[in-house]
């Protein structure tokens, strides 16, 4: 038996060739055309375009590409609002569902829908749109810079 059949050789080689240039295609369409989704940072203190008491004044975003998790969270001790959503076409849309009495003065329950845009300086605008209420409630996101840590300093 005869390993090295010319037609054998023939038929492997246009195998490997054929697999390298569909590699390649691929490859170059992926370069032009697919891109990674911005890296959001995890927390952002919300400011709030009209004034309206309780409502939260922190964001915590976990990104894992285009899907989020996040929550609204105030100074107080309450139960952070869990949000899931999805950062697609420059937009950054959340849904949850909220519990809480007297959330931003409103009547619970209610669904609420963030929707939001990149901002210059990695700031984010948006609004919260309250199923309960007609009125939508625009607000600013600004990153807060990430804590250091002091290291420990033992002097001898």
């Given amino acids: 038996?005869?390993?090295?059949?010319?037609k054998s050789l023939a038929f492997y080689g246009i195998a490997i060739s054929l697999v390298l240039v569909l590699f390649k295609i691929v490859t170059a369409f992926g370069e032009k055309h697919l891109q990674a989704s911005p890296v959001l940072n995890n927390n952002y203190?919300?400011?709030?375009?009209?004034?309206?008491?309780?409502c939260p004044e922190k964001l915590n975003i976990q990104q894992?590409?285009?899907?989020?998790?996040?929550s609204l969270l105030r100074a107080s001790s309450e139960k952070p609002v869990a949000l899931t959503g999805i950062w697609?076409?420059?937009?950054?849309?959340l849904f949850g569902k909220i519990n809480q009495t007297n959330f931003c003065n409103f009547p619970?329950?209610?669904?609420?829908?963030?929707?939001?845009?990149s901002a210059p300086q990695g700031?984010?605008?948006?609004?919260?749109?309250?199923s309960t209420i007609?009125?939508?409630l625009k607000f600013n996101a600004t990153p807060e810079a990430a804590q250091v840590k002091p290291e420990n300093s033992s002097s001898h």
């Fill in 1 to 6: 038996m005869n390993h090295f059949n010319p």
């Fill in 45 to 54: 203190r919300l400011t709030w375009a009209d004034n309206v008491p309780n």
């Fill in 64 to 70: 894992s590409g285009i899907y989020l998790n996040a």
């Fill in 88 to 93: 697609q076409n420059q937009k950054l849309t």
């Fill in 108 to 117: 619970a329950p209610q669904t609420v829908e963030i929707q939001m845009r």
């Fill in 123 to 130: 700031n984010l605008q948006g609004q919260l749109i309250i």
């Fill in 134 to 136: 007609s009125q939508t």
